[in-house]
């Protein structure tokens, strides 16, 4: 049995497993994959797509395993994804997450920008702060009891069920109208660019940079922001530089660092 992906729901979402050790929850994040509508799936540093436990496990959803990407590094796996929810089951200092259902909403919301990952770690110690670091967002799925644990085909299923059923119910109106928000490209040339200005000024202490820029890109997230939102912090970051009131960055290449279409 194969699908077609354009009448999936989630033909632009594709989940992530970072490393994970066993063939059986990559089969049977297969069969959530499938019973959920998502488009794609991709193992990064995993099992053999074909392995047996896997296609048992899989159980009529072996066309995902089939059309599924095996990748050798997380930053191949991630190429191209405009917006990445990463899940764990730790507290992050510094980074608010959501839940499941919040999860949901917030990678729908963000979907007209281009693909969608969510990002899941393995079964033992799940993502790294480095890993999470690649992640606009992060969820941790709730549990009744402290310092829960669930398997890694759990996680998926959870994650999945709230995206179809959010899908199904539609989304609530506080999150609707997103369709001014900067683009993909613009997004990523915008973030990429204020970091650099950041750099430059002296903003960053070393060793604490990767943490900064992931709580930065987590409210950068969170605002989403729109094209005359970004053109105002454009002036007022260039005004402040030109002021003398901050560190200053080489004026010609500030507008080339901040760039935006108008």
Same mark, same amino acid.
């Given at each position: 049995?194969?699908?077609?992906?354009?009448?999936? #729901?989630?033909?632009?979402?594709?989940?992530?497993? $970072?490393? @994970?050790?066993? @063939?059986?929850?990559?089969?049977?994040? $297969?069969?959530?994959?499938?019973?959920?509508?998502?488009?794609?799936?991709?193992?990064?540093?995993? #099992?053999?797509?074909?392995? #047996?436990? +896997? *296609?048992?496990?899989?159980?009529?959803?072996?066309?995902?395993? +089939?059309?599924?990407?095996?990748?050798?590094?997380?930053?191949?796996?991630?190429?191209?994804? +405009?917006?990445?929810?990463?899940?764990?089951?730790?507290?992050?200092?510094?980074?608010?997450?959501? &839940?499941?259902?919040?999860?949901?909403?917030? +990678?729908?919301?963000?979907?007209?920008?281009?693909?969608?990952?969510?990002?899941?770690?393995? =079964?033992?110690?799940? *993502?790294?702060?480095? =890993?999470?670091?690649?992640?606009?967002?992060?969820?941790? %799925?709730?549990?009744?009891? @402290?310092?829960?644990?669930?398997?890694?085909?759990?996680?998926?299923?959870?994650?999945?069920? =709230? *995206?179809?059923?959010?899908?199904?119910?539609?989304?609530? @109106?506080?999150?609707?109208?997103?369709?001014?928000?900067?683009?993909? =490209?613009?997004?990523?040339?915008?973030?990429?660019?204020? %970091?650099?200005?950041?750099?430059?000024?002296? /903003? /960053?202490? $070393?060793?604490?940079? #990767?943490?900064?820029? $992931? %709580?930065?890109?987590?409210?950068?997230?969170?605002?989403?922001?729109?094209?005359?939102?970004?053109?105002?912090?454009?002036?007022?970051?260039?005004? *402040? &530089?030109?002021?003398?009131?901050?560190?200053?960055?080489?004026?010609?290449?500030?507008?080339?660092?901040?760039?935006?279409?108008?």
């Amino acid at each position: 049995m194969t699908a077609d992906l354009d009448s999936l #729901p989630f033909p632009d979402f594709t989940v992530v497993l $970072a490393h @994970p050790y066993s @063939p059986e929850n990559i089969g049977a994040a $297969a069969r959530a994959i499938r019973n959920t509508g998502i488009g794609r799936l991709i193992v990064s540093e995993g #099992p053999p797509l074909d392995d #047996p436990d +896997a *296609l048992k496990m899989a159980c009529n959803s072996e066309y995902v395993l +089939a059309n599924a990407k095996s990748v050798n590094s997380l930053s191949e796996a991630l190429e191209g994804a +405009a917006f990445v929810i990463g899940t764990t089951g730790r507290t992050i200092p510094d980074r608010r997450a959501l &839940n499941a259902r919040e999860g949901a909403l917030a +990678a729908l919301s963000h979907r007209h920008l281009g693909p969608v990952v969510i990002l899941f770690g393995n =079964e033992k110690s799940g *993502l790294s702060d480095r =890993e999470l670091h690649h992640c606009d967002r992060i969820v941790r %799925i709730p549990t009744a009891v @402290p310092n829960g644990s669930l398997n890694l085909a759990q996680a998926v299923m959870i994650m999945t069920y =709230e *995206l179809y059923g959010t899908h199904l119910a539609g989304l609530p @109106p506080a999150w609707q109208g997103a369709e001014a928000v900067v683009g993909t =490209e613009n997004q990523s040339k915008w973030n990429e660019g204020l %970091i650099k200005v950041l750099e430059r000024a002296g /903003f /960053f202490k $070393a060793h604490e940079q #990767p943490r900064t820029v $992931a %709580i930065l890109r987590d409210i950068l997230a969170r605002l989403n922001l729109r094209n005359h939102e970004i053109g105002m912090l454009r002036t007022l970051i260039a005004k *402040l &530089n030109w002021s003398g009131m901050t560190p200053k960055v080489d004026e010609p290449q500030l507008p080339e660092l901040l760039e935006l279409p108008d």
